[in-house]
């Protein structure tokens, strides 16, 4: 099993930063498929990036392709999502999750374990 906690969220203005850190408590921590997904207030759980087992390989959402980017340091047992260009559509609380069934997943279903979450707010 495999705890993760995010870290990073925050107040931002549109056009602004921000870098979101998921640090996993197991040293597998490479052998898992790590993945990124938002929630904001009303919706469902969406898919935002993910990496499959091999690190070159990466995975976004469209509406998210060219300003965020997603990375990983198996060394430190994090991954990262850099948020570039924000605005107010982003605003979500934003979840890093993992799995070892799936090579990668764009669904939650495919993801075993979760962080409790990180809030994203951009002002407009």
């Known amino acids: 099993q495999v705890q993760l906690v995010e870290s990073g969220g925050g107040l931002v203005q549109a056009g602004g930063s921000l870098r979101l850190s998921c640090a996993a408590t197991?040293?597998?921590?490479?052998?898992?498929?790590m993945g990124w997904f938002r929630q904001a207030p009303g919706k469902e759980r969406e898919f935002v990036a993910a990496f499959g087992w091999s690190p070159g390989n990466t995975y976004y959402a469209d509406s998210v392709k060219g300003r965020f980017t997603i990375s990983r340091d198996n060394a430190k047992n994090t991954v990262y999502l850099q948020m570039n260009s924000l605005k107010h559509e982003h605003t979500a609380v934003y979840y890093c999750?993992?799995?070892?069934?799936?090579?990668?997943?764009?669904?939650?279903?495919?993801?075993?374990?979760w962080g409790q979450g990180a809030q994203v707010t951009v002002s407009s």
């Open positions: 999750a993992a799995t070892m069934r799936y090579y990668s997943g764009s669904y939650p279903s495919q993801y075993d374990y």
């Open positions: 197991r040293r597998s921590f490479g052998s898992y498929a």
